[in-house]
């Protein structure tokens, strides 16, 4: 499996967030690979999307989402669940894809059907903001059997506040996976 270079987050954030699906993310935790599957993701178009972290301007937070491509914003929500966004586009875009869901594959334990598990689960936590996933530690691969999945869009999950982007179809899964977080 060849791990994802810097090219292949900085494109079109839609066109990522459709890519990712069936890719491989692998984070090293003392040694052990932890391995699994992207299934599902949200694409969040930068400050005009009013449903992006970014949409309200660069802050501390948002530093690593305002960065370069191919480096990882993570982030705490309701004090207790990290997520973790993959940065997308030129430095400065604030665009990045939401992790919502993965498949185990080696060493994963735990329920991953949702942003914050699958954190939990594969052992990402604020110590990760703005890593590079073009390192070793922690980073994608493209599997040796790579197949273009079926892809089903939707809107996006708990963005009802957004307005007119609460109903655009920005949430990207592999049709018919078992490890979705919902249908």
């Not at 791990?3 to 990522?16: H, I, P, Q």
């Not at 890519?19 to 400050?47: C, F, N, S, T």
């Not at 989402?65 to 997520?83: D, K, N, R, W």
């Not at 329920?111 to 073009?134: E, K």
């Amino acid at each position: 499996m060849q791990k994802l270079n810097r090219d292949f987050y900085n494109r079109d954030t839609e066109t990522v967030a459709r890519a990712l699906l069936g890719k491989i993310l692998v984070h090293h935790v003392q040694g052990v690979p932890r391995m699994a599957r992207i299934v599902e993701v949200e694409a969040y178009l930068g400050p005009t999307d009013l449903a992006a972290h970014s949409s309200k301007g660069l802050t501390r937070r948002t530093r690593a989402m305002f960065g370069p491509p191919g480096h990882a914003y993570v982030y705490l929500i309701y004090g207790m669940h990290h997520c973790m966004n993959v940065v997308t586009e030129p430095e400065g875009s604030g665009t990045g894809v939401l992790l919502r869901a993965v498949e185990p594959l080696a060493n994963v334990e735990g329920n991953t059907r949702g942003p914050g598990l699958l954190t939990r689960a594969m052992g990402i936590d604020l110590s990760h903001y703005g890593h590079d996933l073009c390192s070793d530690e922690l980073h994608l691969l493209e599997p040796e059997d790579a197949q273009a999945p079926r892809i089903v869009a939707t809107p996006r999950v708990g963005v009802g506040y957004a307005k007119e982007w609460a109903d655009k179809p920005l949430r990207f899964y592999i049709a018919g996976n078992p490890h979705i977080s919902r249908k």
